[in-house]
């Protein structure tokens, strides 16, 4: 038999030291890189912290679940984007949204107000070249010790992950989408 199944006997080596913050992304083409982000802030929330969401596709024109429940819980949260490129009528102004997205985003990371912020969806703006990447990657680096933050998106870039503490990458095996199943409130938003 081999060890494939077998459950691990020895503990995992731990680093002696602590991370004042860390920077997670959640990347891949498989579902579930928002959802485990607003997994952690709500880990967050339970520990006192202060927690923003920026997003950079959905428009506050959108009433999804997340943000319910979120703002119930004391979440700042602010959905900046122009909805789905597909769907704009003017991709100057989607373009825009997602600059004028970065800067707030940048302004909330830069002044150390938050323990956690979630830049949903930031890696098709970025990979789009509408936002540097060079500024998000240094924004970032020069984050304030206490703020984390997890970046989502399909395609993260090298210098994103470079940067990061931990980077989860979800894969699709199958999705009720690839047979026509359209996005399901309570499930998908």
């Given at each position: 038999?081999?060890?494939?199944?077998?459950?691990?006997?020895?503990?995992?080596?731990?680093?002696?030291?602590?991370?004042?913050?860390?920077?997670?992304?959640?990347?891949?083409?498989?579902?579930?890189?928002?959802?485990?982000?607003?997994?952690?802030?709500?880990?967050?929330?339970?520990?006192?912290?202060?927690?923003?969401?920026?997003?950079?596709?959905?428009?506050?024109?959108?009433?999804?679940g997340?943000?319910?429940?979120?703002?119930?819980?004391?979440?700042?949260?602010?959905?900046?984007?122009?909805?789905?490129?597909?769907?704009?009528?003017?991709?100057?102004?989607?373009?825009?949204?997602?600059?004028d997205?970065?800067?707030?985003?940048?302004?909330?990371?830069?002044?150390?107000?938050?323990?956690?912020?979630?830049?949903?969806?930031?890696?098709?703006?970025?990979?789009?070249?509408w936002?540097?990447?060079?500024?998000?990657?240094?924004?970032?680096?020069?984050?304030?010790?206490?703020?984390?933050?997890?970046?989502?998106?399909?395609?993260?870039?090298?210098?994103?992950?470079?940067?990061?503490?931990?980077?989860?990458?979800?894969?699709?095996?199958?999705?009720?989408f690839?047979?026509?199943?359209?996005?399901?409130?309570?499930?998908?938003?």
């Amino acid at each position: 038999m081999d060890d494939k199944g077998a459950p691990p006997t020895e503990r995992p080596g731990l680093g002696e030291e602590r991370e004042t913050s860390l920077v997670l992304i959640n990347t891949g083409d498989g579902k579930g890189k928002s959802t485990a982000a607003f997994g952690t802030a709500m880990r967050a929330v339970a520990r006192s912290w202060k927690v923003a969401v920026v997003q950079f596709l959905k428009s506050g024109d959108w009433r999804v679940g997340e943000e319910t429940i979120g703002r119930r819980l004391g979440i700042e949260w602010f959905a900046l984007g122009d909805g789905f490129t597909w769907d704009s009528t003017d991709m100057d102004a989607t373009e825009d949204a997602a600059r004028d997205a970065w800067a707030f985003a940048k302004t909330l990371i830069e002044s150390g107000d938050f323990d956690l912020i979630i830049l949903d969806e930031i890696t098709y703006p970025v990979n789009w070249e509408w936002i540097p990447v060079s500024d998000v990657a240094e924004t970032i680096g020069e984050r304030p010790e206490r703020t984390n933050l997890v970046l989502t998106g399909r395609d993260a870039l090298d210098e994103l992950v470079d940067i990061a503490d931990t980077v989860t990458e979800m894969r699709n095996v199958k999705h009720a989408f690839d047979r026509g199943v359209k996005a399901r409130r309570g499930i998908d938003f």
